[in-house]
Nanobody, 124 residues
């Protein structure tokens, strides 16, 4: 059974940076599309970034140019580098995956397995 564990969240000032990691156990993610999604207080969960098996990436408009998603299949890990953070980036960030596909989707329903999330708080 696949398990995703996120890490790297925390408290940072506006303009700062964080790198989130998502480590998979129980399954090799090499053939899976992976994504990061987030949920802010009082808001619906939303897509942030996705990466295909061929490392094509897709981003939400709100994070383009500031966030970078990447993957290291040898380490079975996906990353989200977040720069120029804003208070509106405050949310719980979730890593998620879709089995055996090179397709990326912004739809939350596309993702078949999820981590527990890591809190990111950006102070003004």
């Amino acid at each position: 059974q696949v398990q995703l564990v996120e890490s790297g969240g925390g408290l940072v000032q506006a303009g700062g940076s964080l790198r989130l990691s998502c480590a998979s156990s129980g399954r090799t993610i090499e053939n899976d599309a992976m994504g990061w999604l987030r949920q802010a207080p009082g808001k619906e969960r939303e897509f942030v970034a996705g990466i295909s098996t061929s490392t094509s990436a897709q981003y939400a408009d709100s994070v383009k140019g500031r966030f970078t998603i990447s993957r290291d299949n040898a380490k079975n890990t996906v990353y989200l580098q977040m720069n120029s953070l804003k208070p509106e980036d405050t949310a719980v960030y979730y890593c998620a995956g879709h089995f055996d596909t090179d397709f990326i989707s912004t739809s939350l329903r596309f993702y078949q397995y999820w981590g527990q999330g890591t809190q990111v708080t950006v102070s003004a």
